[in-house]
């Protein structure tokens, strides 16, 4: 979730001499072998209903992992092994114990107004229109009086209780996606499921309200239910929803009341106070744990020269989703099937090169980013190469879908060059620069202290972590865009001339 809401992300460069590999062409002049047509192919493939949205720790998720090794050996990358050392066999995988979660048909929220009027009926919501299960509740069967806890904020130092006033114990709260736009500091999901929890309450409701900010607008952000986690993987949290901002409007139009009038209360914290909802919320599913593997899938391709090629790039993208919840499949096509596609690409121009690049790149399939950068928190924490010698990241994320712009962003390298390197490309006013993104496979990286790179495609993702993020939703001309950009960029950054 934190990704979409701060899509402001960054690109980077720290060499400026020409490429000196391929066949003596520009690199302008090769990005124009790119074929988006095995882009699409790729993307089709991954998305494809016989992964079932690739889960971490499923079956269909490892199957996805086999896939990306298929390509790599295709690609002529090989597995990792330190140059200088005798070992004859290096390894694709890089796996740990992971648990996955999948949430049965059917999933059931009903919303039932406390009022005397006949003609206000329960209203039962339908999976994926009007709700989603936050996805790694544990099986839920309960009703419960609702209580409006604001943002669900609770922050002593700066006089902030948004539970103030209400008694939450056997209730289920409900609280605003975001914060008040007087509130200095951003507050995570994960730490208003946490809040609820602690105060007693046996499950939650999350909605976005319809008073969004210029930045949310412009990206697109309304009040459809998203597919998010509430917790990091090892803790359990009580049961929740993220239900559709009219559903409930209505609703509370019908008890005298509304969710803009709700939320303009709540964005005064210095007088707000919590209250209770005249409204009945009824949750019932079933979750099942699934013991699994995570898996990284690392394929390199050797640099040419003795003296830089233990210098490493790393090109990453993560290849899980959601998998299969509440009867519906999540594809991911744009999440993150085109970031892995556009990878593979990358790694078949420079493999073929008549002249390898002088430095050596890793390309990284991460597992499990929307379980919270499991993959890329494993590979720093024993990376296959060492973090020391790696001289950037560059991830990969959402490259199918927008206005036809890239956002890109960097840590910890000169940005001067950017506009450079996407002239080269032809993409001179097509290439936005912003900074760091607290959300997204390379932040491990940063707090390594690993320069970072990555590259998003601009615009609203109106599919994001949802079931219709699917093959059909990709745009090619945008796909196009992403990856003769990361081409012009990675002819910098892996052929330094010295």
């Not at 006089?159 to 605003?176: C, E, H, K, Q, S």
């Not at 303009?264 to 009945?280: E, G």
Request: proline share 7%; with cysteine.
């Amino acid at each position: 979730m934190r990704k979409f809401l701060n899509f402001c992300l960054f690109v980077g460069i720290l060499l400026t001499d020409p490429p000196t590999w391929g066949s003596g062409s520009s690199s302008s002049t090769t990005t124009e072998s790119i074929a988006v047509e095995r882009i699409l192919q790729d993307i089709q493939e991954l998305s494809h209903p016989k992964y079932h949205g690739r889960q971490a720790g499923t079956e269909s998720g490892w199957k996805s992992a086999q896939y990306l090794v298929s390509r790599f050996r295709s690609l002529g990358l090989v597995p990792v092994r330190r140059f200088g050392e005798h070992k004859q066999n290096g390894t694709w995988f890089q796996q740990r114990p992971h648990t996955a979660i999948q949430l049965g048909d059917p999933a059931v929220v009903t919303l039932s107004p406390l009022d005397s009027n006949p003609s206000s009926m329960p209203r039962s919501l339908i999976p994926g229109q009007d709700f989603l299960p936050v996805l790694d509740s544990p099986s839920a069967k309960l009703t419960a009086p609702t209580v409006f806890v604001g943002y669900g904020i609770v922050d002593p130092a700066r006089g902030v209780d948004d539970y103030r006033g209400i008694d939450a114990n056997n209730r289920m709260v409900l609280f605003l996606r975001g914060k008040p736009s007087s509130y200095p500091r951003w507050v995570t999901h994960e730490e208003k499921a946490a809040i609820a929890q602690e105060r007693g309450a046996v499950g939650y409701l999350t909605v976005t309200g319809p008073l969004v900010d210029r930045y949310e607008a412009r990206k697109g952000l309304g009040s459809i239910p998203l597919a998010i986690y509430a917790a990091s993987h090892d803790v359990r949290p009580i049961p929740g929803a993220w239900i559709h901002g009219k559903v409930l409007d209505q609703l509370l139009q019908a008890t005298q009341g509304s969710l803009q009038a709700l939320q303009q209360a709540a964005n005064d914290t210095h007088t707000f106070q919590s209250m209770p909802l005249p409204i009945l919320t009824h949750l019932h599913w079933e979750s099942r744990f699934l013991p699994g593997t995570l898996t990284n899938v690392i394929g390199m391709l050797p640099g040419r020269d003795p003296k830089l090629r233990d210098e490493i790039i790393l090109v990453g993208a993560h290849r899980d989703h959601f998998g299969k919840q509440a009867g519906l499949d999540f594809p991911g096509a744009d999440d993150n099937a085109s970031g892995t596609a556009v990878m593979l690409e990358l790694a078949k121009k420079l493999s073929e090169s008549a002249r390898l690049p002088r430095r050596t790149i890793l390309f990284v399939s991460f597992d499990g980013e929307e379980r919270g950068l499991l993959g890329s928190t494993v590979y720093v924490s024993d990376p296959a190469l060492p973090l020391g010698e790696t001289v950037a990241m560059v991830n990969l994320d959402h490259l199918g879908v927008g206005n036809g712009n890239l956002t890109v962003g960097i840590t910890r390298l000169d940005t001067t060059l950017v506009q450079q390197v996407a002239n080269q490309a032809t993409l001179g006013d097509k290439v936005k620069i912003y900074g760091f993104f607290p959300g997204g496979d390379h932040v491990p990286f940063y707090e390594a202290g690993v320069p970072t790179i990555t590259i998003v495609s601009s615009g609203s993702h109106p599919h994001f972590h949802q079931s219709s993020d699917t093959f059909e939703s990709v745009q090619p001309e945008t796909l196009s865009t992403a990856a003769h950009f990361l081409y012009s960029l990675m002819t910098r950054l892996a052929d330094p001339s010295h």
